[in-house]
Protein backbone atom coordinates (compact mmCIF):
# COMPACT_ATOMS: atom_id res chain seq x y z
CA UNK A 1 0.00 0.00 0.00
CA UNK A 2 1.00 3.80 -0.69
CA UNK A 3 0.44 6.59 1.22
CA UNK A 4 -0.40 10.07 -0.75
CA UNK A 5 3.34 11.32 1.04
CA UNK A 6 4.58 8.53 -1.24
CA UNK A 7 3.98 9.89 -4.60
CA UNK A 8 6.93 11.30 -6.63
CA UNK A 9 6.87 11.43 -10.41
CA UNK A 10 7.47 7.84 -11.94
CA UNK A 11 5.65 5.78 -9.32
CA UNK A 12 3.21 3.23 -10.37
CA UNK A 13 -0.22 3.19 -8.51
CA UNK A 14 -3.18 1.51 -8.40
CA UNK A 15 -6.16 3.63 -8.41
CA UNK A 16 -9.98 3.32 -9.02
CA UNK A 17 -9.22 -0.41 -10.26
CA UNK A 18 -6.59 0.77 -12.94
CA UNK A 19 -2.85 1.00 -13.11
CA UNK A 20 -1.54 4.31 -13.50
CA UNK A 21 1.49 6.02 -13.28
CA UNK A 22 2.28 9.51 -11.80
CA UNK A 23 3.42 11.94 -14.74
CA UNK A 24 4.04 15.05 -13.01
CA UNK A 25 4.06 15.53 -8.97
CA UNK A 26 3.91 18.65 -7.12
CA UNK A 27 3.96 19.30 -3.50
CA UNK A 28 1.70 22.29 -1.76
CA UNK A 29 1.48 22.68 1.84
CA UNK A 30 -0.94 25.69 2.55
CA UNK A 31 -0.51 28.23 5.38
CA UNK A 32 -3.67 26.34 7.32
CA UNK A 33 -5.02 22.74 7.01
CA UNK A 34 -4.11 19.56 5.79
CA UNK A 35 -0.93 19.32 2.78
CA UNK A 36 -1.85 18.68 -0.74
CA UNK A 37 -0.22 16.56 -3.88
CA UNK A 38 -0.73 17.79 -6.67
CA UNK A 39 -0.54 14.95 -9.67
CA UNK A 40 -0.83 14.74 -13.45
CA UNK A 41 -1.75 10.68 -13.55
CA UNK A 42 -1.52 8.64 -16.90
CA UNK A 43 -3.58 5.25 -17.20
CA UNK A 44 -1.31 2.69 -18.35
CA UNK A 45 -4.11 0.71 -20.00
CA UNK A 46 -5.71 4.08 -22.20
CA UNK A 47 -3.27 6.56 -22.30
CA UNK A 48 -5.34 9.04 -20.68
CA UNK A 49 -3.72 11.61 -18.53
CA UNK A 50 -5.78 14.05 -16.00
CA UNK A 51 -4.73 15.94 -12.65
CA UNK A 52 -5.86 15.15 -9.18
CA UNK A 53 -5.28 16.39 -5.90
CA UNK A 54 -4.72 14.05 -2.87
CA UNK A 55 -4.63 14.88 0.91
CA UNK A 56 -1.87 13.28 3.43
CA UNK A 57 -2.89 10.34 4.82
CA UNK A 58 -4.71 9.15 1.53
CA UNK A 59 -4.03 5.39 0.46
CA UNK A 60 -3.30 3.75 -2.95
CA UNK A 61 -3.23 0.27 -4.28
CA UNK A 62 -0.16 -1.08 -5.49
CA UNK A 63 -1.13 -2.28 -8.88
CA UNK A 64 -0.29 -5.84 -9.90
CA UNK A 65 2.65 -5.55 -12.46
CA UNK A 66 4.97 -8.01 -13.80
CA UNK A 67 7.88 -7.16 -16.33
CA UNK A 68 9.09 -9.92 -18.65
CA UNK A 69 11.73 -10.22 -20.63
CA UNK A 70 10.85 -10.94 -24.51
CA UNK A 71 11.91 -11.32 -27.70
CA UNK A 72 10.19 -9.87 -31.06
CA UNK A 73 9.53 -12.37 -33.26
CA UNK A 74 6.61 -10.86 -36.24
CA UNK A 75 4.23 -8.09 -36.86
CA UNK A 76 0.63 -9.80 -37.68
CA UNK A 77 -1.95 -7.07 -38.85
CA UNK A 78 -1.85 -4.31 -35.83
CA UNK A 79 -0.43 -6.94 -33.61
CA UNK A 80 3.06 -7.66 -32.48
CA UNK A 81 4.01 -11.59 -31.73
CA UNK A 82 6.61 -11.68 -28.47
CA UNK A 83 7.99 -14.80 -27.09
CA UNK A 84 8.99 -15.35 -23.37
CA UNK A 85 12.60 -16.10 -23.66
CA UNK A 86 12.58 -18.65 -20.52
CA UNK A 87 9.22 -20.44 -20.74
CA UNK A 88 8.69 -20.04 -24.97
CA UNK A 89 4.90 -19.18 -24.61
CA UNK A 90 4.01 -16.07 -27.63
CA UNK A 91 2.56 -12.78 -26.07
CA UNK A 92 0.28 -10.50 -28.67
CA UNK A 93 0.43 -6.92 -28.41
CA UNK A 94 -1.69 -4.60 -29.75
CA UNK A 95 -0.38 -1.51 -31.63
CA UNK A 96 -1.56 0.84 -28.62
CA UNK A 97 0.73 -0.97 -26.45
CA UNK A 98 3.52 -0.93 -28.24
CA UNK A 99 3.52 2.73 -28.84
CA UNK A 100 6.45 4.97 -29.93
CA UNK A 101 8.36 1.39 -29.68
CA UNK A 102 7.18 0.07 -32.92
CA UNK A 103 9.04 2.47 -34.74
CA UNK A 104 12.35 0.67 -33.61
CA UNK A 105 11.40 -2.62 -33.54
CA UNK A 106 13.44 -5.38 -35.63
CA UNK A 107 13.09 -8.63 -35.46
CA UNK A 108 14.52 -10.67 -32.50
CA UNK A 109 15.07 -7.67 -30.45
CA UNK A 110 15.08 -8.89 -26.70
CA UNK A 111 13.08 -6.37 -24.69
CA UNK A 112 10.82 -5.78 -21.72
CA UNK A 113 7.22 -6.35 -21.53
CA UNK A 114 5.09 -5.13 -19.15
CA UNK A 115 1.60 -7.02 -18.12
CA UNK A 116 -1.13 -5.79 -15.72
CA UNK A 117 -3.07 -8.79 -14.87
CA UNK A 118 -1.53 -11.20 -16.89
CA UNK A 119 -2.14 -8.70 -19.72
CA UNK A 120 0.43 -6.92 -21.52
CA UNK A 121 -0.09 -3.16 -21.42
CA UNK A 122 3.48 -1.97 -22.66
CA UNK A 123 7.42 -2.83 -24.13
CA UNK A 124 10.36 -1.25 -22.91
CA UNK A 125 13.49 -0.97 -25.85
CA UNK A 126 16.90 -1.55 -24.86
CA UNK A 127 18.43 2.55 -24.74
CA UNK A 128 20.30 1.56 -27.71
CA UNK A 129 19.37 -0.09 -30.85
CA UNK A 130 22.14 -0.87 -34.24
CA UNK A 131 20.10 -0.54 -37.05
CA UNK A 132 21.27 -0.55 -41.13
CA UNK A 133 20.26 2.53 -42.98
CA UNK A 134 17.92 1.59 -45.63
CA UNK A 135 17.84 4.95 -47.76
CA UNK A 136 20.02 8.24 -47.64
CA UNK A 137 20.49 10.36 -50.65
CA UNK A 138 23.86 11.32 -50.93
CA UNK A 139 25.40 14.50 -49.87
CA UNK A 140 26.29 16.87 -52.91
CA UNK A 141 29.86 18.95 -51.88
CA UNK A 142 28.78 22.79 -51.53
CA UNK A 143 25.03 21.64 -50.34
CA UNK A 144 25.37 23.99 -47.31
CA UNK A 145 21.90 24.92 -47.11
CA UNK A 146 20.59 21.28 -45.30
CA UNK A 147 23.27 22.01 -42.82
CA UNK A 148 25.47 19.70 -41.48
CA UNK A 149 22.62 16.94 -41.58
CA UNK A 150 20.53 14.54 -43.54
CA UNK A 151 17.36 12.19 -43.14
CA UNK A 152 18.02 8.79 -43.26
CA UNK A 153 15.09 5.99 -43.29
CA UNK A 154 16.04 3.19 -41.13
CA UNK A 155 15.33 -1.00 -42.13
CA UNK A 156 11.94 -0.70 -39.39
CA UNK A 157 10.87 2.69 -41.79
CA UNK A 158 11.87 5.31 -39.22
CA UNK A 159 13.57 8.61 -40.25
CA UNK A 160 16.24 10.06 -38.51
CA UNK A 161 18.40 13.12 -39.41
CA UNK A 162 22.15 11.73 -39.82
CA UNK A 163 25.71 13.53 -40.45
CA UNK A 164 26.24 13.76 -44.08
CA UNK A 165 28.90 11.35 -44.54
CA UNK A 166 26.51 8.37 -43.60
CA UNK A 167 25.59 6.36 -46.69
CA UNK A 168 22.75 3.23 -47.63
CA UNK A 169 24.04 0.21 -45.76
CA UNK A 170 25.68 1.19 -42.82
CA UNK A 171 24.48 0.65 -39.52
CA UNK A 172 24.08 3.05 -36.99
CA UNK A 173 23.46 3.62 -33.16
CA UNK A 174 20.34 5.14 -32.22
CA UNK A 175 18.68 6.07 -28.30
CA UNK A 176 15.28 4.95 -28.52
CA UNK A 177 13.99 7.45 -25.37
CA UNK A 178 14.90 10.49 -27.61
CA UNK A 179 14.80 9.02 -31.62
CA UNK A 180 17.74 10.50 -32.68
CA UNK A 181 21.49 9.34 -34.11
CA UNK A 182 23.84 8.59 -31.47
CA UNK A 183 27.37 7.27 -33.37
CA UNK A 184 28.35 4.68 -36.47
CA UNK A 185 28.63 1.22 -35.89
CA UNK A 186 31.98 -0.45 -37.10
CA UNK A 187 31.42 -3.51 -38.53
Known sequence: MYESSDLRK???IEYEGDPYIVVQFDFVKPGKGQALYKCRLKNMLT???FDRTFRSGEKFGEPNLEEK???FLYKDGDKFCFMNTSSYEQEFVGEDQ???AKSFLKENTVCNVLFY???PIGITLPTFMNL???KADPWVKGDTAS???KPATLETGYVVQVPTFLEEGQLIKIDTRTGSYVERVKE
Open 10 to 12: GLK
Open 47 to 49: GIQ
Open 132 to 134: RIT
Open 98 to 100: VAD
Open 117 to 119: RER
Open 147 to 149: GDS
Open 69 to 71: QME
